[in-house]
C-alpha cells in the first residue's frame, strides 16, 4: 500500500448489494497478491528482500470503495458517486484508538516472523500491501487488535519475483487451535486458530473479511490455489480467522 490515503479514501466495511457485486473484481489476503504483482514463484528458494516500496494491491477489493475508471456515465451514477466520495472523504483517517498499531506478527509452530506495517486502499479500489512479501501489511481503516468488536485484517503478498516465497505462504498449513501472536507495541495478544479456508476470489465475502461489527477477530490472508499465467494471478485467496485467546 502507498499509504492509508491511497485507498481511494475508503469507507471499508460498508455493506450492501453494490458491494457484494463488486465481489467478482475480488482479491487479500489478504486478500489478497493481486493482478500483476502475483507470481509463480512456489518452486523457487526465497531470496533476501530489498527495501519495500508501499504501494502495490492486492486482489481483494474493499467494500464502499469506488476504482478509478469506473466514472458514472449518468447524472444520477455521478451524483451517487459525489455522495460516495463525501462519505469516504470522511472516514479519511482511522479513528482513534487505545491501542497502538500492530506492529508484529508471529507464528510460533511455523516459524513466521512479519513485520506489520499499516496500508489502506490503492486506486483501483483493492486492499493495498508491502510491495516485499517480507512484510505484511495491516488495513489501517479496520479494528486495531485490542477493540472490543470488528475484524483486525492483515494480509501479504504471497511470492513475488526476485524475492520467492515469502513467509504468510506458511499460513495454508494453520490448523484449529494453532496460536498467532500478534504485538503492538509494548502489547503481545495472543489468537486461537478457529478456521482455515482457501476460498475462490470471485466468492470471497469481503463484508465480513472487513467486518467492523461482531466478536472481535484477526483474519490474516494471502493468495492460494492455480496461478494463472495468462491473468498472472493466483485464483484463491487463503483466509485465516482467529479469535482472541481467553
Excluded at 486482489?59 to 466514472?71: F, I, W
Aim: charged letters at 20%; hydrophobic letters at 40%.
Amino acid at each position: 500500500m502507498t499509504d492509508p490515503s491511497d485507498h481511494d479514501s475508503p469507507t471499508p466495511g460498508s455493506t450492501g448489494s453494490s458491494a457484494r457485486r463488486r465481489v467478482a473484481a475480488a482479491v487479500a489476503a489478504a486478500l489478497l497478491a493481486g493482478a500483476g504483482t502475483a507470481w509463480l514463484t512456489r518452486p523457487t528458494d526465497p531470496a533476501p528482500a530489498t527495501a519495500p516500496e508501499i504501494g502495490t494491491s492486492t486482489d481483494v477489493e474493499v467494500p464502499g470503495t469506488v476504482a478509478p475508471g469506473s466514472a458514472a456515465r449518468s447524472a444520477s451514477d455521478r451524483a451517487a458517486a459525489r455522495r460516495s466520495a463525501t462519505a469516504r472523504s470522511a472516514a479519511a483517517a482511522p479513528a482513534p484508538a487505545a491501542a497502538p498499531a500492530p506492529d508484529r506478527l508471529r507464528i510460533g509452530r511455523l516459524g513466521v516472523d512479519m513485520r506489520i506495517v499499516p496500508v489502506g486502499v490503492a486506486r483501483d479500489g483493492e486492499m493495498a500491501l508491502p510491495s516485499t512479501p517480507a512484510l505484511a501489511g495491516w488495513y489501517a481503516y479496520g479494528p486495531r487488535p485490542g477493540e472490543r468488536s470488528g475484524a483486525t485484517v492483515v494480509a501479504a503478498h504471497l511470492d513475488m519475483p526476485g524475492y520467492g516465497i515469502g513467509p504468510i505462504a506458511a499460513i495454508g498449513s494453520l490448523r484449529r487451535g494453532d496460536v498467532i501472536a500478534v504485538r503492538s507495541g509494548p502489547t503481545v495478544r495472543s489468537y486461537t486458530v478457529t478456521s482455515v479456508e482457501s476460498t475462490r476470489k470471485t466468492a470471497l465475502d469481503l463484508d465480513a473479511l472487513f467486518a467492523r461489527d461482531g466478536p472481535a477477530r484477526l483474519h490474516v490472508v494471502t493468495c492460494g490455489g492455480d496461478f494463472d499465467r495468462e491473468a498472472r494471478r493466483y485464483d484463491e485467496n487463503v483466509v485465516v480467522t482467529a479469535e482472541p485467546t481467553a
